[in-house]
């Protein structure tokens, strides 16, 4: 289905889940007093996912909820939690499905594992096809129109 | 009464896509010439019905009959004409409809062309579109009806989602969906090819174009829809991974393998049976990507329940369509093996690595896209993938990939090395050192580790992809359009390269609260809020900022965010400020009003991203191009054979 | 022949996938929640009605709670009032309200207006309790058992049918981990 219609039913979703959720404007978070905290703060707000708008991350929903969530970032960092204790505060009340990142764990190790398997997988296949072709290289030279440049 | 005559129509189109169905595939089987010449004239009456359905809808947005139900959700009479118009797509039955237009566009467009194919074959070739047609008809018809009533009539409608009131909406999905549903002429070749047993590669030939214009739409389709998505939700992100995103991406990555292993198909007789599993996996990809994200069979990453039985409905149909092309193929790509060999540095070999690679890079999206649904169904809990998933992943087939691209556009085919190519290709790559570098390092720097590498491999692509072009032309030979098209392709891919690994690495963003007068910087640009004021659209109130940008102190532009409030829905929506340019975008958009006159602001500076965007339509450009070339070459091939086809005898080999 | 029925089994295998997954859908109230089988967020919450005695959700315990969260912002809240009201006539579960991110003089006119099926009403002004149970868009209603533990949770307005089929068959069962 089009692209289009589908951003355009997630950001109904949130939009319409504004009338599930308040809307009045809410106070921008106050930066945090080192630069260090801010870093972590970016990165924590990207990574989580707002609930409502479910494909934008916690930075970039303008949703209240967002706000609210960014703000609970913001004192977790203030109170000195460290990065996976501020995760672990969302997941135990949103479930996983707020990180964006899947975390490392035996549990998701088939997902993260996948590309590298399938490149091994991959690099089996080619190997048994060019084993197998250049055996069969033939030394006949008809019709060999590289000179006619057919990609 | 004209609404029903809309239903009508498409149960007449029903109908005839049966009968395309039953008379392409029954003609050729049972030997029976009537039948074969009854498909064409078929698919054309059903093209003939489905438009009238079309512009019967089109007819009831126009004239604001609130009494079909998709009208009263997705139009109002305030709404722009040319909205009204496009909101034919703007929910899932409209866009079902369109799905069921563009695909008796490329059926027709395919009965046009097909004069020269042998006639049992383009006979079956109608016959399996027409089993796709009948599908979607079926499914539109009983379960997605754009006709159906509301009675009471609404006394007026819910409007269109806000979002999608936009220019680039209009061209948007109707674009995608020529390149979604243009593979499905591919996937009836192949099936047409495994039905017949053909132990030659004629197929791959009459495939290509087809193949390869559909690419480029797609192509095309995938860029608009990143830019929209870029300019209208203001966040200054172009491709978030959701999985209506990976839905268009996947089959396009399967495109390009299928383009070049066409290639070798056609060349070397080789690859075959990859070639017709590639050319079925395309479509169905298509397929599943259309119904994964409409079905509600995501349901656990989204959060609207769908009707369930409608999925199974769904699931039925792939299964007939899908698993259908894949018995096939079972049952003929054994006998389609071929007995010629190729070194280990040729074209051949190379290709081989990019199908490998590319179809590598479609299961690791693929893989992410439907993670949460198996991780739900085998009991593993709940999982969530987005981008830190998919950017590292994604790059460790397509890393490779790139790498191999300057070298693999040189291999000569079937013994190996690069001949002349070699020293030009060495010269390229000294180029491109400097250039990358000296972009990576001198011009933006604070590169992230990829962001060289990045930089120069596209560099060295491009270059690479110009050796041959400025070789003929220094010889003074002809440019072929293939080879045009071949080279401007991998140029798009190298300036796509190019943009994605500096708009990673070198953009900038802030989010800050401004009053009127206060400014902040960004990278090299100082950004001033200036205030704004309360402003009226035809269906919307709102707020307009303005923001000066100025560098060094001197000005550069002024841009306009806006925040905006639609009456019927009464939705809020962000409309952010642009200054676009090929070197470097500025952003800004509006956040709160944090009171005071005071606003929250998003500024962004993002370097290069315009490239994103050109390489993906230089890419499609390239594929324009081969394919009008080679329709010049074919027709002038055919006029020579009609002029010397008394002369001498019948040429067996081409 | 065995490799080229490969691509068919994957094929047939993801099918199953997207069977199962289809089946599933219906059960859950749309995304589990990681509160299931837990014992409910502690929070103390202003007494919409009275100043002087705050809601505690130590107060919850002993009975089975039908925990309420809405607002009178939300358009969905609304249409779910009046099974609120019928649930309150039937007189089996007390409905705890918590009024989400609201003004309190807009939900003191709205209950009176249109009704109060809540046995007490807590006002959570900042959202922070919300946060604290998961919730991500109003109306939400979890069950809570006389133990304490969240039983069950729904997204979305409460109807009936999800009132009859959802929430009465798990107060019948025995006290203890979520079902």
Known sequence: MSRARAAGVLLWACLALVAAVPARPVDVTPPLPSAQLQQRYVRLTHELRCMQCQSESLADSQVDLAADLRRQVHDLLLAGDSDDQIRDYMVARYGEFILFRPRMSWRNAWLWGAPVFMMLVGVLVAWRVLRSRSRLADVEDAGADDAAGLP | ??????????????????????????????????????????????????????????????????????????????????????????????????????????????????????????????????VVSFCFLLFTLTTSNPFARLIPAAPDGNDLNPILQDPAFAVHPPILYMGYVGFSVSFALGCAAMIEGRRDQQWARWMRPWTVMAWAFLACGIALGSWWAYYELGWGGFWAWDPVENASFMPWLVGTALIHSLAVTEKRGLFKSWTLLLAVTAFSLSLVGTFLVRSGVLVSVHSFAADPSRGVFILALLAVMIGGALVLYAWRAPRMQSAVGFDLISRESFLLFNNILLVIAAAVVFGGTLAPLIADTLGLGALSVGPPYFNPSFLVPVLPMLALVAVGMHAHWRRGGLGDAGRPLLYALGVALLVGLGLTFGVFAHPLPLTPIGAVVGCWIILAALIDPIDRWRRHLPLPASVAGMSIGHIGLGVFVLGISFVQSNSIERDVALKPGQSVSVGAYQFRYDGGQSIDGPNYEGFRGQVSVTRNGSPVTVLHPEKRRYWVQGTVQTTAAIAPGVSRDLLAALGDDVGAGAWSLRLQYRPLIRLVWIGALIMALGGVTAVIGRRRRARAEERALAQHSALAPPDAAR | MNRFLLPLAVFVLLLAVLLVGLRRAPDKSILPSPLIGKPAPQFTLPNLFDNTSPLQSDSLKGHWSLVNVWGTWCVECRAEHSVLLQIKQEARVPIIGIDWRDHDEDALSWLAQLGNPYQRVGTDHDGKVAIDWGVYGAPESFLIDPAGTVVYKHIGPLTMPVWQHEFLPRLSRPAGPGA
């Open chain 2, 1 to 130: 009464m004209v609404v029903e005559l809309g239903q009508f129509a498409l149960i007449l189109a029903l109908m005839l896509a049966a009968a395309q169905a039953f008379f392409g595939l029954a003609g050729p089987a049972l030997d029976r010439p009537r039948w074969l010449a009854a498909a064409p004239s078929a698919a054309c009456g059903q093209f003939v019905f489905v438009a009238l359905a079309v512009a019967v809808l089109v007819h009831a947005f126009v004239t604001d009959d609130f009494s079909v139900r998709y009208v009263a959700v997705n139009s109002n009479s305030a709404l722009p004409l040319f909205y009204r118009v496009t909101a034919l797509w703007g929910a899932h039955e409209g866009s079902m409809l369109l799905w069921i237009l563009v695909l008796s566009v490329w059926t027709i467009a395919f009965v046009a062309s097909a004069r020269h194919l042998p006639a049992a074959f383009a006979a079956r070739t109608l016959g399996i579109l027409g």
